[in-house]
């Protein structure tokens, strides 16, 4: 079994920046896509960004330019760091990892989320 366990929620003023941390602990062989989703209330969930194996991002518009996906594959972590940050970035935030196990299988896994709340 693999768990994505997140951190680096809180509170911040708008303008602010956080960190998030989204580190994956398990039976792994691999791992390939990463990426990072939202769900504010009464919204459904929308991707903020992605990182592939290779390397590639993908950003959702209302965050390209302030916020960057990293990765350490070593460690099996993935990195959300969203600088200048407005209210409407408020939402619980999701980390994401496809997964490939011992067994070859690939198999997608879920965090349990992190509150991000921007407000004054």
């Known amino acids: 079994q693999v768990q994505l366990v997140e951190s680096g929620g809180g509170l911040v003023q708008p303008g602010g920046s956080l960190r998030l941390s989204c580190a994956a602990s398990g039976v792994i062989f691999g791992i390939n896509d990463m990426a990072w989703y939202r769900q504010a209330p009464g919204k459904q969930r929308e991707l903020v960004a992605s990182l592939r194996s290779g390397g590639t991002t993908n950003y959702a518009d209302f965050v390209k330019g302030r916020f960057t996906i990293s990765r350490d594959s070593a460690e099996n972590t993935v990195y959300l760091q969203m600088d200048s940050l407005k209210p409407e970035d408020t939402a619980v935030y999701y980390c994401?990892?496809?997964?490939?196990?011992?067994?070859?299988?690939?198999?997608?896994?879920w965090g349990q989320g992190t509150q991000v709340t921007v407000s004054s």
């Open positions: 994401k990892a496809d997964v490939v196990n011992d067994n070859f299988d690939h198999i997608r896994y």
